[in-house]
């Protein structure tokens, strides 16, 4: 018996390595690399989450910059199965607004599909995007957004929650009028914001008459299929109603309301909030940190911050220049400037100020960034044409200084490079990987590197020209030693971002500077500062590390 058992313990051990000698090679558990979005939601979604460059079909409403280059796909009631199949998704993501019939049908030709019912609460919209974040290999990061949006939510709450509740009602359709109910996903904006629902408990179908008799002190009204200023305009024929007697109705984004992202749920908590309690003032933290840059250089530097919570931010390196100079800007060209500024600002900001600002024929970053430099301007008393100006997403907080200093038969030489750099999402190999710059539509999240560089001397047009060459130099031989790989093609090393800025400050003293390559002593200091600051910086954004050259 015992010898028995012994041969069946053989035999199986047998079975199990003749098994993996006919399967020596299984593939490993790898996430989606091309996803068809089924809703505008899980779009934006994606993009905050950062694999907006594994969609391949996207539906014909959505509104998030770069979207529009997917192939369209139907919409989120109206599927268009072929044209789904057509692009080999191994990944389709939809609402529990999708038909289910259309669902059921993609599953039955061998798609897997994944279901997401967002708007049950505000609870269900965090753990929802959550398991959104994990499916596609993003749960770390979802994690972050969520932790930092409950925070940002608890921080609004507490500043309203013992205050009076205004009687508030939401509108969200006309014919037949249609108000949240009280157990609705939008009943939490109203909670969180300290409001109190006077609407239906379940249906939202009422009349006018109801809405006089409930007799709300806010009406909000969201601008979803129907013209809220026409709306807007009816309702002020009954000012025996609070709110309309005290001016007090608002009109909000239907998608703001109805299908925010977490991101956006803040945003839309934080309008309502203000809307329901003026007399609260949510102010943005400010403050200001001021630097040390060589008294050669005749500059003062400070870094502005201005805080509105974790995920939104905004902080503007600002270098005065005493008296004025010329500079090089890659973003503005040459010009007598003031102010050179780096101005920074949070991911989602970013994304946030091209959705909000973009206009026919000008995209939303590009307002924003001239809105920028108005208000800058008007601050520093100055005109926004006196201001060179470049922009990142790279946290200010990581920006390295760098000066590198030289003195010999009577001159001195000061060199001091600024800089910021992000390269994890967009790193890229100049010659080898493609563009998707186009017409002023950015195709994909990007990281940038940012150099200011000060120097004593006074340099002419073609030193500042060629000093652009020597920091471009110094850069590439960073990213080379840091061993930076391009994010598209991840067998060769990148030379940059793609996006990458540079402004270059002339001095104002002698002996006037023609050339600044790296043969010349000046040449030598831009690229040693410009090395090691972009070096120290895209260790302190992204953790690409290793000890620098000195």
Not at 252 to 262: E, G, V, Y
Not at 315 to 330: F, G
Request: some cysteine; hydrophobic content about 40%.
């Amino acid at each position: 018996m015992k010898l028995l058992r012994q041969k069946y313990k053989t035999f199986i051990q047998l079975v199990v390595f003749l098994g993996f000698l006919a399967f020596p090679l299984l593939p490993a558990f790898s996430f989606p690399q091309r996803i068809v979005s089924l809703s505008p939601f899980i779009t934006e979604s994606l993009y905050i989450l950062g694999v907006q460059d594994k969609i391949v079909g996207s539906t014909i409403y959505d509104r998030t910059p770069g979207a529009s280059t997917r192939t369209k796909v139907g919409s989120i009631t109206d599927v268009n199965i072929e044209k789904i199949l057509s692009l080999h998704p191994d990944l389709v993501l939809a609402t529990d607004l999708t038909p289910y019939k259309e669902i059921k049908r993609l599953r039955e030709l061998g798609l897997r599909v994944e279901v997401f019912s967002f708007w049950k609460s505000f609870n269900t919209l965090c753990s929802e995007f959550l398991r959104l974040g994990k499916v596609v290999g993003r749960e770390n990061k979802a994690l972050n957004i969520i932790k930092a949006v409950r925070k940002e939510v608890k921080e609004i709450h507490d500043k309203v929650k013992n205050l009076p509740k205004p009687k508030v009602v939401v509108e969200i359709g006309v014919n037949p009028l249609w108000v949240a109910p009280k157990r609705s996903f939008i009943n939490d904006y109203i909670v969180l914001a300290g409001g109190k629902n006077v609407g239906p408990l379940t249906s939202g179908h009422t009349t006018r008459e109801e809405v006089i008799k409930w007799n709300p002190d806010v009406i909000i009204i969201s601008n979803m299929g129907f013209v809220a200023e026409e709306e807007l305009k009816r309702w002020e024929k009954f000012p025996m109603i609070s709110a309309v007697r005290n001016h007090r109705i608002y009109i909000i984004d239907s998608d703001d309301l109805c299908s925010p992202t977490p991101p956006r749920f803040v945003q839309t908590l934080m309008i309502i909030a203000k809307w329901l309690h003026p007399e609260v003032k949510f102010k943005p933290k400010t403050k200001i940190k001021r630097l040390s840059l060589p008294k050669e250089l005749k500059a003062k530097a400070l870094i502005m911050y201005k805080y509105e919570g974790p995920l939104f931010w905004e902080k503007t390196l600002v270098v005065q220049l005493q008296p004025e100079r010329r500079v090089l800007s890659t973003m503005d060209g040459l010009l007598k400037a003031k102010l050179v500024v780096n101005h920074s600002a949070s991911p989602l900001f970013w994304y946030t100020m091209c959705q909000l600002k973009r206009k026919k024929n000008m995209c939303g970053g590009l307002v924003y960034l001239k809105e920028v430099k108005e208000k800058l301007a008007k601050k520093f008393h100055t005109k926004p044409s006196h201001i060179a100006l470049i922009a990142t997403a790279a946290d200010m907080d990581n920006l390295a200084v760098v000066t590198k200093k030289f003195s010999a038969k009577g001159i001195k030489i000061v060199v001091t490079a600024l800089v910021t750099a992000g390269a994890k999402t967009n790193a890229l190999r100049t010659g080898v990987d493609e563009g998707w710059y186009l017409d002023g539509i950015n195709l994909k999240e990007h990281g940038t590197v940012n150099v200011i560089l000060l120097t004593n001397l006074k340099l002419t047009d073609a030193a500042m020209a060629r000093a652009i060459i020597t920091i471009t130099e110094a850069k590439t031989a960073a990213f080379q030693d840091l061993k930076v790989h391009s994010t598209y093609t991840p067998k060769v090393i990148a030379t940059g971002t793609g996006t990458d800025s540079v402004i270059v400050v002339s001095g104002t003293e002698p002996p006037l500077v023609n050339y600044t390559g790296g043969h010349s002593k000046i040449g030598e200091l831009i690229g040693k500062a410009v090395y090691q600051a972009v070096s120290q910086a895209l260790c302190k954004q992204n953790g690409f590390c290793r000890e620098v050259k000195k």
